[in-house]
């Protein structure tokens, strides 16, 4: 585990990572590292995450109350806080609003089809969170049920939270997630969409418990009816490895939540 002011550097550089790749605008998205069981480091508010120094970020405890920093803390703190409380495997959180999956996610169309193999063994499927309002518990209330299965989350007519055992790999599971959502919107253009088939599904479960051992806590993406169009609500999958082992609950994906 990298120590706190490893932790402060790796948060400048992937805030600087996320403004220069678009994927904030102006003082939007937040960053924070569990630097250990009672405390969190976190991008302060109102600041811009291209722009930030080391010394700029707040610590806080588990119930966001500011342990040290002269900033003062985000509103979106309660976001990070629940991700921590649920996934004890997690030590790193993105958040923001990389302009493809941020459109899907106002669009109300979840990335939930298996259509690159990749983005099945890096995250599975990133489900649509219903919409709710900023720094309050509306939007809490709708990530909770969604936090446990996924490891990347669209919200409603607001942006995309990632997470992982890193913020380093946090960060990815973000770009993974963008970079997923532009090659949806082609396939979308091109007006055919080819999803993997049951098959071809069943081989990627095994080859992401291969990569990632049990870390993973994303389930399969829906459907998988293996020709275009398919059956976009497909049905919860049922957990197949070790890897799977946090999919028990059939919770659905959100998709298409209006
Ligand atoms: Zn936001």
Known sequence: MPNESQ???????????????????????????????????????????GMMRPSDLVIV????????????VSSEIAMHLLIYKLRPDVHGIVHGHPPTSTGFAAAGIALNKPLV???????????????????????????APLIPQYD?????????????DSLQHAYMKMETVEHFAKIALVTHLLGSQQ?????????????????QGPKSAAPMPLGGAGGCGGNHHGHPHSPQSESDMETTKPIRAASRNR
Do not use: F, W
Not at 41 to 48: C, E, H, K, N, V
Not at 152 to 164: D, E, P, Q, T
């Open 195 to 211: 999803q993997l088939s049951e098959q071809e599904l069943e081989k990627l479960i095994a080859a992401r418990s291969k990569y």
């Open 7 to 49: 932790s402060r550097r790796e948060i400048v550089y992937y805030g600087k990572q996320l403004h220069d790749c678009g994927y904030v605008a102006a003082m939007d998205g937040n960053l924070s590292v569990r630097l250990d069981r009672k405390r969190i480091l976190a991008t302060p508010t109102a600041m811009g995450k």
């Open 152 to 164: 990347a989350i669209l919200m409603s007519n607001h942006g995309v939270v990632a997470y992982a």
């Open 61 to 72: 405890d588990m119930e966001g109350r500011r342990l040290a920093g002269r900033r003062n």
């Open 117 to 143: 193999c990749e983005v099945v063994i890096g995250l599975g499927s990133i489900p649509l969170a219903k919409y709710g309002t900023p720094g309050t518990p509306e939007l809490t209330d709708a990530l």
